[in-house]
């Protein structure tokens, strides 16, 4: 079973009730449609276990078939009620009535020159969003970075994604659905358990969105993907990356507790201003203080920065020098990200030159400082390329 936490939970000390109702006020603006299909049925991934068993008391189905059902929609990865073998023919038959197990469709599939795969899946209401699968070309695993909404307020300056408006936040099922989708491209089913190696085996929320501006729909999809009955991924083989909402950083640890990423580009507060905008609203001593609170960080676990390289912007040796500072005494790494470009960007990547003297500055401090290998950008798959043309049917707030 999932740790047992509810999902509105009290504010963190840290979290204002009136910047709690804020948040949650604005992300209802941007809800996902509802799960039921024009025909009436009812999409059953992305319920909690005790949503599943209401949906079947009101049919009058036992709760153990609730743990029937989830383990063949996220053991088995069944979409069809027919292979459920466990399942007698006429419930089967009643379950095609009333529910579906629903996917995203595939709107359009690339594969790199190195194996990096990208999916732009679209959804019931016709939105679309990217998810990316990127290969550990040494072992037989890799990362599936999965988006959580469509577009972006934050409109970060070296992102593609920023350059599109928030159309709308992706719903729990559309999260794990994701994962699920990519999954069935790759036949990883059933879901490996213990040492199986799993060829999907991590989840980066760092595609499309802030993760925690849409916190309760991400609660409940990574909450689906640890549950070891089904999916079973540890809370180690997930990281949310957030461009630094400080508040939900605390609630995001406590419920969750899987890796935190922080996009942090700049150590100076009037740069990152103007790189990662939210930083107007939570500066960098905030975020770092967040950061440094964070649940479960340690050695084994460390929080991750991730750090764009541009050129002549952020990548000189006193800002490697004052980054150091920053995070001394964090268990951190630094993930520095050679800039990728896309159309109609100013910014230009950093020099190899500068990219190692800067990674040497904050290696000696102590902290890995990997650069990372663009991957898929070919297909515009790599970090901050990720877009697509779907735009907002309704209002914006
Ligand atoms: S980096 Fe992330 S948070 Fe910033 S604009 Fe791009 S998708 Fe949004």
């Known amino acids: 079973m999932p740790r047992q936490v509810s999902t509105i939970t009290a504010p963190t ?40 068993a209401v949906e079947l008391a009101a049919i009058g189905e036992k709760p153990f078939r609730a743990k029937q059902l989830w383990h063949w929609i996220y053991h088995q990865g069944a979409t069809d009620f027919t292979r459920m073998s466990s399942i007698a023919r006429p419930l089967q038959e009643r ?26 899946f679209r959804f019931r209401d016709g939105q679309e969003a990217e998810t990316v699968y990127i290969p550990d070309r040494r072992e037989d695993r890799g990362a599936v970075c999965i988006s959580s909404q469509v577009g972006c307020t934050l409109s970060c300056r070296f992102c593609h994604t920023g350059t599109q408006r928030l159309a709308r936040n992706l719903g729990a099922a559309e999260i794990v659905g994701q994962f699920m989708a990519a999954r069935d491209a790759y036949g990883e089913w059933p879901s490996p358990h213990g040492d199986v190696p799993r060829l999907l085996s991590t989840i980066v929320l760092m595609g499309m969105g802030e993760p ?15 549950d070891p009955e089904g999916i079973g991924l540890s809370r180690r083989r997930i990281t949310l990356s957030t ?13 969750l507790g899987v890796n935190l990423a922080v996009s942090l580009h700049a150590v100076r507060d009037d740069l990152r201003d ?4 939210l930083n107007r609203k939570y500066p960098i001593a905030e975020l770092i203080a967040a950061c440094r609170r964070y649940p479960g960080a340690s050695n084994a676990r460390r929080i991750t920065f991730e750090y764009i390289m541009l050129r002549g912007v952020n990548d000189s040796e006193a800002e490697a020098r004052e980054l150091v ?9 630094v993930n520095l ?48 390329q990720l877009r697509t043309d779907s735009r907002r049917t309704r209002p914006a707030a």
Not at 100 to 115: F, H, I, K, L, N
Not at 243 to 255: F, I, K, L, Q
Not at 371 to 384: T, V
């Open 325 to 333: 500072r920053l995070i001394a005494g964090i268990p951190a790494k």
């Open 274 to 277: 103007e790189i990662v905008p």
């Open 337 to 384: 990200i050679p800039f990728n470009s896309w159309p109609g960007s100013d910014y230009r990547p950093s020099g190899r030159e500068a990219l190692e003297r800067f990674a040497a500055i904050v290696q000696d401090a102590g902290f890995a400082a990997p650069i990372r290998m663009p991957r898929g950008q070919d297909i515009l798959a790599a970090c901050g």
């Open 243 to 255: 461009s630094g909402v400080v508040p939900m950083m605390d609630r995001c640890g406590a419920e």
């Open 95 to 120: 379950l095609a009535e009333r529910f579906v197990v629903g996917r995203p469709s595939v709107a359009t599939e690339q594969t790199s020159e190195d194996e990096t795969r990208k999916w732009l």
């Open 212 to 226: 925690l501006y849409n916190y309760e729909n991400v609660l409940r999809a990574m909450r689906i993907a640890m």
């Open 13 to 52: 000390p840290e979290l204002t009730e009136a910047e709690r109702v804020r948040i949650l006020a604005k992300s209802a603006l941007f809800n996902p449609p509802p799960a039921e299909l024009p025909d009436g049925r009812r999409d059953l991934v992305g319920l909690t276990r005790e949503e599943l």
